[in-house]
Structure formats: C-alpha cells, structure tokens
C-alpha cells in the first residue's frame, strides 16, 4: 500500500484501474492499494431471482386482495394472527394454504 499527502499527484484519481489498481481516499491522504481479491466470496446460484419472485408474489397477492372472492377464499384458511395477503404469498411460493 503506498499512501500520498493530499497534494500530490493522486489527488484527482477516484475509483479503481482495470482490476489492478485501488484509489481509496481518506481524510488526510490518498491510498493507491492492490485491487481486492474476491476469491473467498461466493456467488449464489442465481443472483437476482430472489427480488423477481418477491415482486411477483406481491403483485399476485395485491391481485387476490383486490377481488373479493378470492379473498373470501384465502380468508377461510387464516389462522389467528395471519391476514390473507401473507396466506397468498405463501401460495405464490408454493406452501399450501390448506391444513
């Protein structure tokens, strides 16, 4: 890690160079440093679908709300304390809403 005083030559530099090079800044000085070395994280199998499915369980269980005997329907499973948007999320992931 090589550090410069704020008036030097890597003042101006933000951000990285390619994945070699790392400017950090600091209240007092400028850090130019080795990329990091993301070899111990690990990606999951499929990054993203996770927020798709929770959108696409919200705007099923808006649906269900919105007609009002579907919502009767999914209101006859409730059991105490649950409200029949969560019911139909847990059907949108596949749970079966009957006992």
Do not use: C, W
């Not at 530099?13 to 090079?21: F, R």
């Not at 850090?31 to 990606?43: F, I, L, N, S």
């Not at 099923?60 to 709300?65: D, G, L, P, Q, V």
């Amino acid at each position: 890690m090589n550090q410069r005083r704020r008036n030097s030559v890597f003042v101006a530099p933000h951000g990285t160079i390619g994945q070699e090079l790392v400017f950090r800044h600091y209240t007092s000085k400028v850090v130019a440093a080795k990329h990091p070395d993301d070899v111990r994280t690990k990606a999951g199998k499929l990054p993203g679908k996770g927020k798709i499915n929770l959108k696409g369980a919200k705007a099923y269980a808006r649906e269900i709300m919105k007609h009002s005997e579907l919502k009767l329907i999914y209101e006859a499973y409730l059991e105490k304390g649950e409200k029949g948007y969560q019911k139909a999320m847990q059907n949108y992931f596949g749970k079966a809403i009957a006992k």
